[in-house]
């Protein structure tokens, strides 16, 4: 009897935790159908329209060089980005970080990736072309931008020295809820996605400071790669940051977001907004959101009431 | 303001339509049910015997004559789907009131030969209840005399047989049912139960104490002659799934009117079991052949369900029902299984929404498992697992070499499609050539289907990588099983044949799990930490 009791609240206790994680079903139904119109979705998807409503709306980003769209524009390629020092190639419709290269800069006629590995112009002609034909993108078809290379704050190159780390934030009807940073490892192969075996690190909204970390699905408190300790530190600009966030939140007609970014010497700078954003990111913060979620909703009841 | 009455009348809508979805289906099967008289235990489907009697003789140049037994339909069996070929043989087929016999004539008989006789078989339990006290009659009709005289192997008049009869039951005050009780009891606890199948004459098995089936049966006729009871003896078989060369014998024994079967050695007192099959009545061989022939039999026995078709038949004759809607198909060439199919599409969609939504798995398309098992139904589920695989497998492979060429898109999956449609077509002949007859039925596989799948395949690939194919291909699979044992589960077929309504429950179902915004199963061990370490 005592040890059906004892089952019974442990049951409850486990149901009482179980629902303060957001999870798919609810995530969908109650936040983006509700939140995100599908008309809206192409916002998202699309980096180059997203990029146009979000600048127009004062939200910093990085600049845009060039965007190439057919193939015959490529003839004059080598002439076109020697205007350039260094800056990033990437999909206007990619997803998950693929199809992005870095350049760092020039060795005689190639060019130098940030991993040190050298582009030749007829290797930067076929990445561009592959990108317009759409291999890194849901459709047909695609367009490839050229942008101005973000350098990353020392401090967060001293928490995420293998790769440019980004802060996920997710917005809801405006307001942040819950934040990580992503940094690459080695064994993400440089790139800042927690699928991929990114280390994840939580950031606590109101303080910036960094609070739990997990790294392949287990916690940790060191960067897997340098032995630096990645809890307790404070994220430059982060005042900065979520006036970012909650700017372009407010400049797009989407209530539920991913919105990702960089800090840069200068100032934090948008990346990209996601309208379907993971739900790891409970995992990284080692609680649920929805108590989060809710407090933001029964505040907007409160004053439609009134 | 207008916002929060959109949301309540939306709510509303909801509500009223989840209601209509139940009550009214509900209410048109209670109307089927208790006004129309549905019969409901029609719906389940029977156990169904198929049974193969093989037989083999050596010929050295001499005429060879084979006879046996052929079950008959009565009040307890059903014999349909007879079929059988005796090559060289010639069948002569005999019928009296009790036995039909069977006999295979050839003349000059050189090497070996086989017969082979197949049927199918339906059977009830069968119970009876004695009344207690019920004398035993002093005269029967004549026609009841053979089955109180004293023949070869049953040696009603012999002495030994009598005075066994008045050790067991007492002199006085002897009732149908405590004379039965105690030749049962005696033969069931004091003779012991023998496999082996020579012959036993009933006093043998006295003497031995211990007897196979037709020697206890023997004396258990001897001693209920001796009682004045009329019995007789029953050879059969007892259908059991796989292949045997024993033959049964049990009794029957007249009370009331009633012939009511005994059998010592399972222990079946007035009843026998559903798998009984009566082949003859009487003291007879099962097989009589000419000698030195090398004769082998054996019996081979599959045991499945079936659908009730008599009730099923029944059903068409109410208003109402949907067998009067096959008649429309039928007459523009839709046969009764593809409607059939189509029937249990929704069924196959609920288990795929259940398996997304609620466990969690991933699977190509909403509706790809329901359709493979649709398709799979044809094949049976292993050459349908079989077919999907090999689907998955070559268009992976196709597409990665035409990558490499550089092709657009719609072209590429034209050759992917094509490509599978050889690939299918090969392994049906490959199938043919080697004898592997199910391998072939893959042809079977609905070409929209591969296109479907084969399409899915190659741009998740491309997408997500090989790794993420194989993870969702598993998790395919699983949800492919579930389906096909709901959509080709007989119960399920035979009840939404005779209350299509029910499909409305399937949509209250549906819209239900719309709004179901639990943690998938899948999701509870992904989040395990925050859960249960939090509770702890």
């Known amino acids: ?306 | 303001m207008s916002n929060q009455r959109s949301v309540k009348t939306r709510r509303g809508a909801y509500i009223a339509l989840l209601a209509s979805m139940v009550s009214v289906p509900m209410a048109v099967a209670a109307y089927k049910l208790y006004v129309l008289d549905y019969p409901l235990a029609g719906l389940i489907p029977a156990p169904s015997y198929t049974v193969e009697v093989a037989m083999q003789v050596d010929g050295h140049g001499e005429d060879i004559r084979i006879q046996t037994y052929l079950p008959k339909t009565d009040g307890r069996q059903s014999v349909d789907n007879e079929e059988s070929s005796s090559g060289v043989f010639v069948p002569n087929m005999h019928s009296d009131p009790l036995n039909r016999e069977v006999t295979w004539n050839a003349e000059n008989v050189v090497g070996q030969h086989n017969i082979r006789y197949a049927y199918s078989v339906r059977a009830h339990h069968v119970r009876f209840d004695i009344p207690e006290g019920m004398p035993i009659p002093e005269s029967y009709p004549v026609a009841l005399a053979p089955y109180l005289a004293d023949e070869p192997g049953i040696h009603k008049d012999d002495p030994q047989i009598e005075s066994a009869v008045n050790r067991i039951v007492p002199a006085e005050n002897r009732t149908m049912l405590d004379v039965l009780t105690r030749i049962h009891r005696h033969l069931q606890d004091n003779i012991a139960n023998r496999n082996f199948s020579g012959y036993t004459d009933s006093l043998i098995a006295l003497k031995l104490g211990e007897a196979s089936c037709n020697g206890k049966s023997r004396l258990f006729v001897a001693m209920a002659r001796k009682l004045n009871i009329p019995a007789r003896l029953i050879g059969g078989f007892v259908m059991e799934q796989g292949s045997k060369r024993t033959s049964h014998q049990w009794v029957e024994v007249y009370v009331n009117g009633h012939w009511v079967p005994f059998d010592t050695i399972n222990d079946h007192f007035a009843e026998i079991p559903a798998n009984y099959l009566t082949l003859y009545y009487g003291d007879q061989a099962l097989f009589r052949h000419t000698a030195n022939v090398n004769f082998q039999y054996m019996f081979k026995t599959t045991k499945q369900l079936v659908p009730q078709r008599d009730a099923q038949d029944a059903l068409s004759q109410s208003a109402l029902n949907i067998t009067n809607l096959y008649a429309h198909f039928e007459r523009v060439g839709i046969s009764q299984n593809l409607l059939k199919i189509l029937l249990m599409l929704p069924l196959g969609a609920l288990v795929t929404v259940v398996f997304r939504n609620v466990v969690g798995l991933e699977t190509f398309g909403t509706f790809l498992p329901a359709l493979i098992a649709a398709a799979a139904r044809e094949t049976g589920l292993m050459w349908g697992v079989v077919g999907f695989l090999g689907i998955v497998l070559v268009s992976a492979v196709i597409r990665r070499g035409l990558d490499w060429m550089q092709l657009l898109h719609s072209p590429k999956m034209a050759i992917v499609l094509t490509t599978v449609v050889i690939v299918m077509m090969a392994t049906t002949v490959g199938g043919v050539q080697l004898g592997l007859f199910e391998l072939a039925h893959v042809t079977l596989f609905p070409i929209a289907i591969l296109a479907i799948t084969a399409e899915r395949v190659a741009l998740m690939e491309a997408e997500q990588g090989a790794l993420k194919v194989a993870r969702i291909t598993l998790m395919t699979l699983i949800v492919i099983a579930a389906c096909y044992a709901v959509m080709d589960s007989l119960f399920m077929q035979s009840l939404v044949l005779a209350f299509p309504e029910l499909l409305l429950v399937v949509v209250a179902l549906n819209l239900w799990l719309g709004k179901w915004i639990g943690i998938r199963v899948m999701e509870f061990m992904r989040f395990r930490r925050l859960i249960l370490e939090a509770a702890k």
């Open chain 1, 1 to 306: 009897m005592m040890a059906l009791r004892a089952w019974w609240s442990r049951l409850e206790e486990v149901r009482k935790h179980a629902g303060k994680v957001l999870a798919m079903n609810r995530r969908n139904l109650h936040y983006i159908y509700t939140r995100n119109q599908r008309k809206h979705f192409p916002l998202a998807d699309d980096k180059l329209l997203a990029k146009e409503v979000l600048i127009a709306a004062g939200v910093s980003m990085p600049r845009t060089h060039r965007v190439y769209s057919y193939f015959y524009e490529l003839r004059d390629l080598e002439a076109d980005l020697g205007a350039y020092e260094d800056f990033v190639i990437k999909p206007a419709q990619g997803s998950g970080g693929n199809g992005i290269i870095v350049i760092v800069g020039r060795k005689g006629d190639d060019w130098v990736g940030i991993s040190g590995k050298i582009y030749t112009a007829f290797d930067l002609r076929k990445h561009i072309s592959d990108i317009i034909f759409g291999i890194y993108s849901f459709d047909l078809g695609d367009r490839a931008i050229i942008e101005s290379r973000i350098l990353q704050h020392a401090e967060m190159t001293e928490l995420s020295p293998l790769g440019l780390a980004d802060v996920r934030i997710i917005m809801c009807d405006e307001k942040p809820v819950m934040s990580m940073t992503r940094v690459p490892t080695r064994q993400s192969d440089g790139k800042a996605n927690l699928h991929q075996g990114a280390l994840g690190v939580a950031i606590d909204i109101a303080s910036g400071i960094t609070t739990h970390a997990q790294f392949l699905g287990q916690p940790i408190a060191k960067h897997p790669d340098t032995g630096i300790a990645v809890l307790g530190r404070r994220l430059p600009f982060w005042t900065e940051v979520i006036e970012l966030a909650e700017r372009a939140a407010q400049a797009v007609p989407l209530k539920y977001l991913g919105v990702d970014i960089s800090i840069s010497p200068d100032g934090p700078l948008l990346l990209e907004i996601n309208v379907r954003p993971g739900l790891e990111i409970q995992n990284v913060n080692g609680r649920g959101m929805l108590p989060v979620l809710e407090a933001i909703t029964a505040d907007e009841e409160v004053r439609d009431e009134q």
